[in-house]
């Protein structure tokens, strides 16, 4: 910068030529190829060199509030061009204020807090004076309340198991057989009441336990069950193929859904099973036939609240 000022002085004193014309002259040739900087209104630049120009604006020396500079740049043949910075000076201490705001509508006694920090000025930072005490804004309450809901959602989506994945190893700890299914598990081969064992035991059994004693308030028991045991299978049959939600069932309400079988099983895969219910864990009611399934099948399917209405 020193030498910037070294050589404006130095042009000024320059002796050669252009003297002669003289003060006009010397007054443009002062501004020529210059850099000057004017702070708010000021008819005096602040600033006045060569470019680049790099300087240090003390805004300690400033008023807070509003403020602009001007840059006037001159080029060499005196044309000029000039630009405004508008700047904002903040050295007083920042003022929180709660419980008010721009605009609002008031009556009656408001409270209203108001707490001031900072300052360009102050040496020390106190953070304990940065905080305003204020309530936990409402948005939060809502973002924390819709995180936790959708997490419950979340996890209740877990307990609807797909056919193929309900036996799998996350769910087989359901299953007391745990994963000692394999052996058996290829299914439809054997008897009719081999059959319906090994099905019930694959597809069923994660949920309803091998036992048929379910899962005190996640899966229903089917031994003893009313739907199982009814003289008319319909609504067994029906259940298995279109699957139930939402049915309180003793009492019961089931959070999770029963899954409907009407793709994975055939018919003669829902009649062993359903026999297999039948005549299980001291269930004692009458079997059915695949033309019993067939039949129900070929109606189509029953929507969730008809089959809850009939049951
Ligand atoms: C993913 C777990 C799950 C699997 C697997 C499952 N169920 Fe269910 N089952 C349920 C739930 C939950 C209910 C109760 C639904 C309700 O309350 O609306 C239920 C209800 C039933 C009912 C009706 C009980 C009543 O009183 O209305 C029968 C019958 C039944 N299941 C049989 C089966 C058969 C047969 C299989 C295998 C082919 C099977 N379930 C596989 C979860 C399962």
Redesign the pocket.
């Known amino acids: 910068m020193k030498k910037n000022g070294d050589e404006h002085k130095k042009q000024n004193g320059d002796p050669s030529g252009k003297k002669k014309n003289g003060n006009l002259l010397n007054e443009a040739e002062k501004k020529a190829n210059q850099i000057r900087i004017f702070l708010d209104d000021e008819e005096e630049p602040i600033i006045s060199y060569k470019p680049p120009v790099r300087f240090e604006l003390d805004t300690t020396q400033l008023p807070d509030g509003k403020h602009k500079l001007l840059i006037e740049a001159t080029d060499a043949v005196g044309t000029v061009g000039t630009r405004t910075v508008h700047f904002e000076v903040r050295n007083g201490p920042g003022i929180g204020i709660e419980g008010l705001q721009d605009d609002d509508i008031l009556d009656g006694k408001v409270p209203v807090l108001v707490n001031a920090y900072g300052g360009a000025s102050e040496p020390y930072w106190e953070p304990s004076r940065a905080e305003t005490p204020s309530p936990i804004p409402t948005w939060a309450w809502v973002l924390l309340l819709a995180i936790v809901g959708w997490s419950m959602v979340y996890v209740a989506q877990q307990?609807?198991?797909t056919?193929e994945f309900?036996d799998s190893p996350t769910y087989s700890f359901y299953s007391k057989e745990g994963l000692n299914l394999t052996e058996e598990s290829s299914g439809s081969s054997g008897s009719p009441a081999k059959m319906g064992a090994t099905?019930?035991r694959t597809?069923?059994s994660?949920?309803?336990q091998t036992n048929g004693e379910g899962l005190a308030g996640?899966?229903?028991p089917?031994a003893g069950?009313?739907?199982?045991t009814a003289d008319d299978p319909t609504?067994?049959i029906q259940?298995?193929l279109w699957g139930?939600?939402?049915?309180?069932?003793d009492g019961v309400?089931?959070a999770?859904?029963?899954?409907g079988?009407s793709e994975q099983?055939s018919d003669e895969e829902?009649a062993a099973?359903?026999n297999h219910?039948r005549t299980s864990w001291g269930n004692d009611a009458a079997t059915i036939t695949a033309e019993d399934v067939s039949e129900v099948r070929a109606k189509g399917p029953v929507d969730n609240e008809t089959l809850?209405e009939q049951?």
Do not use: Q, R
């Open positions: 307990w609807y198991p056919g309900a099905l019930y597809s069923c994660s949920c309803h996640a899966f229903p089917l069950n009313e739907v199982v609504n067994h259940v298995v139930l939600e939402g049915k309180t069932i309400d089931y999770a859904a029963m899954p079988w099983l829902v099973i359903i219910e809850k049951l």
